[in-house]
């Protein structure tokens, strides 16, 4: 099946994973970092500036790779991280200057929000709907292994050889270049209408049409409900079990609150690398609306568990749960997007769906008041609620003929 896949999309793993193996064990220590350098307070303001960064980036890069097409963004993009990779390495080799790193750090939010809608947008041009669920989880499962190999890296050299792993991650970075210039074609073809970067006037007009569909503004809806559980894992379950959790051996070794929040992530990622193979083969032969749904109420009882109960063997079946529904909704969900999305407008659409991450950021963290005032039990089942209101709005998009997505029609990206 992977020979079967378009060479853009073995070449956009094969990048993404090596990306993400090197900075996955930098980035999750930025807060660290700037935290050691600058204290906490200066450290919030300038991780919440790179988030914000990061979601202006990829508005406009959504219509950039419209205008401009999908290979130049992306190696526009992956030029500019290279650049900002090698200046956070400058300013870290000898003495660190958390200023300039801060600086090189913001490029480098800047760039992912540039390329990351063009990415995208050439996997959905490239691929078929009989190919995307399979195509998204091989992504997903490139994802999560690279994610837990660059965690173990990072946790092992980041205090002592931190400029070790920029140098590291520069020298990815120019192999992630190459490919992507050796390797990758232009999708957008003969549709690709400017030379030159759109202006806002043309973005507005974009993002208008885009804002405008139905069918994709519930679907996002429902992406946002269902990612909100996820974040969830850093903020209430996070704070649930820290002030909770009886600590309890295991193995010998003595799990807290936090620790034993540590290994439920560990437990879940494992399970995502072990398993996405036969689930994907699994799933493939059935209906993805009723196995995604089916997804989203297993995801969302399984945190809900977490979300209330303190016993570790709970706890544990519970991962197991989330990871089951997690493997069933994350391929299909994409898979259901790419048919959502207008063949003209890919790079927008798929940008705006990127702030996703943003939006169920910002409902995850009012877990910790909401918490306070409902307890466990109340946010178990609020938790469960998102999980209702994903399968709600997902239904809504994707219901049949008489339904939105028949007022428009379907659109499937070529072969």
């Known amino acids: 099946m992977w020979s079967s ?5 073995r070449t956009r793993i094969t990048t993404s994973f090596l990306s993400r193996l090197v900075g996955g064990a930098v980035f999750p220590f930025m807060a660290v970092y700037f935290t050691a350098h600058l204290g906490a307070g200066r450290a919030a303001v300038l991780l919440a500036l790179l988030v914000l960064a990061q979601f202006l980036a990829g508005l406009y890069g959504g219509g950039l790779a419209d205008a401009w097409g999908r290979r130049r963004t992306l190696l526009l993009g992956e030029a500019l ?4 990779f090698a200046g956070m390495l400058t300013a870290n080799a000898w003495t660190p200057h958390p200023w300039a790193t801060f600086a090189a ?8 929000g540039l390329l990351n ?15 995307r669920t399979f195509m998204y989880a091989v992504n997903y499962w490139a994802v999560n292994a690279s994610l837990l190999v660059g965690s173990l890296l990072g946790g092992w050299l980041y205090r002592d050889h931190f400029p070790l792993l920029l140098a590291l991650m520069c020298g990815m970075s120019a192999v992630t270049w190459w490919l992507s210039w050796a390797r990758m074609t232009e999708t957008r073809g003969a549709a690709v209408t400017s030379r ?14 885009v804002l405008r569909d139905p069918a994709f503004l519930l679907f996002t809806l429902g992406g946002v409900a269902v990612l909100g559980i996820e974040f969830s894992r850093a903020n209430w379950v996070a704070v649930h079990l820290a002030q909770t959790f009886t600590p309890t051996p295991l193995f010998g070794l003595p799990l807290d609150g936090l620790r034993v929040a540590g290994v439920l992530t560990a437990v879940n990622t494992l399970l995502i690398v072990a398993f996405t193979a036969p689930v994907t083969a699994w799933i493939a032969a059935r209906a993805p609306r009723p196995t995604m749904q089916a997804g989203f109420v297993l995801f969302a009882a399984g945190f809900a568990v977490l979300a209330c109960r ?3 063997w709970v706890l544990l079946l519970g991962s197991v749960v989330l990871t089951v529904g997690e493997l069933l909704y994350v391929p299909t969900r994409q898979a259901l997007l790419a048919d959502l999305v207008p063949e003209d ?6 940008a705006v769906n990127g702030q996703v991450f943003t939006l169920a950021k910002w409902v995850a963290t009012l877990g910790l008041p909401l918490g306070a005032v409902w307890g466990a039990s109340g946010m178990a089942a609020l938790t469960f609620a998102l999980g209702l209101l994903g399968v709600l709005f997902s239904r809504l ?3 049949g003929p008489a339904g939105l997505i028949g007022e428009r029609g379907p659109v499937t990206g070529p072969a």
Request: charged share 15%; no cysteine; aromatic share 6%.
């Open 105 to 112: 750090v913001l490029a480098v939010n800047v760039a992912s």
């Open 196 to 209: 030159a970067a759109p202006g806002l006037l043309a973005l507005g007009r974009s993002y208008r049409a």
């Open 397 to 399: 998009a994707l219901r």
């Open 117 to 131: 809608p063009a990415a995208e947008a050439m996997l959905v041009d490239v691929s078929t709907p009989q190919t």
């Open 345 to 350: 407008r890919r790079g927008a659409y798929l």
């Open 310 to 312: 303190t016993e570790l």
């Open 5 to 9: 896949l378009h060479p853009n999309v």
């Open 81 to 84: 991280k290279f650049v900002a």
